[in-house]
């Protein structure tokens, strides 16, 4: 079992950053590739960023935040991060966190066992 719990969310303005971080319970951090998600009202929960849990910790992102967003992790604080930079209003939503034992970073949240709760991103223009 892992508890992710994200933190970071805010009301920025358009061209601004912020970084998301999510932390989680458990020893076997590692050992789970790691992935952002968000999910704006009315549409569905889309893929933005994930990490693999391999040494390599090799990055998957969306092409809509590819440039803008960086995903990264530190085992040694069970804890991953999203940076995120030149925001834009479309960026508005809430954002998850979610764990896959042994995953390479899928794009699919059905790949995704353990979530968070959100938070809260709003970007005004």
């Known amino acids: 079992q892992v508890r992710l719990v994200e933190s970071g969310g805010g009301l920025v303005q358009s061209g601004d950053s912020l970084r998301l971080s999510c932390a989680a319970s458990g020893r076997t951090f590692s050992t789970y590739a790691m992935g952002w998600f968000r999910q704006a009202p009315g549409k569905e929960r889309e893929f933005v960023a994930a990490i693999s849990w391999s040494s390599s910790g090799s990055t998957y992102y969306a092409d809509s935040v590819k440039g803008r967003f960086a995903i990264s992790r530190d085992n040694a604080k069970n804890t991953v991060y999203l940076q995120m930079n030149s925001l834009k209003p479309e960026d508005t939503a809430v954002y998850y966190c979610?764990?896959?034992?042994?995953?390479?970073?899928?794009?699919?949240?059905?790949?995704?066992?353990?979530w968070g709760q959100g938070t809260q991103v709003t970007v005004s223009s």
């Open positions: 979610a764990a896959d034992q042994y995953g390479v970073g899928s794009s699919n949240k059905y790949h995704y066992d353990y």
